[in-house]
Nanobody, 117 residues
Framework: QVQLVESGGGLVQAGGSLRLSCAAS????????MEWYRQAPGKQRELVAR??????TNYADSVKGRFTISRDNKNTVYLRLNSLKPEDTAVYYC????????????WGQGTQVTVSS
């Protein structure tokens, strides 16, 4: 069994910063990629950033230059959110493709980010 547990969300003023963390635990042999999605009220869930096992990163156009995804060697992925805007307000979810007793994709429970103007 694999679990993804996010942390680091909160309330911040526009222009501020936050760092989100997502720790993967359980029967993990390899992690092919880890991603951050977000979902604002009344909107579809959207991909924000991705990092592959080789360290390749991709970002949504709306966050390029402001958000940075990174990963340590202990199965934790981070998302640094700088220059936050009210439109960044959403629940942020961690998503990963992990090989353990098979290859599966997992979601975390989400962490709320609220940016006040």
């Amino acid at each position: 069994q694999v679990q993804l547990v996010e942390s680091g969300g909160g309330l911040v003023q526009a222009g501020g910063s936050l760092r989100l963390s997502c720790a993967a635990s359980g029967s993990i042999f390899r992690i092919n990629f880890m991603e951050w999605y977000r979902q604002a009220p009344g909107k579809q869930r959207e991909l924000v950033a991705r990092i592959t096992s080789g360290g390749i990163t991709n970002y949504a156009d709306s966050v390029k230059g402001r958000f940075t995804i990174s990963r340590d060697n202990k199965n934790t992925v981070y998302l640094r959110l700088n220059s936050l805007k009210p439109e960044d307000t959403a629940v942020y979810y961690c998503h990963a493709e992990i090989g353990g007793f098979g290859l599966s994709r997992y979601w975390g429970q989400g962490t709320q980010v609220t940016v006040s103007s």
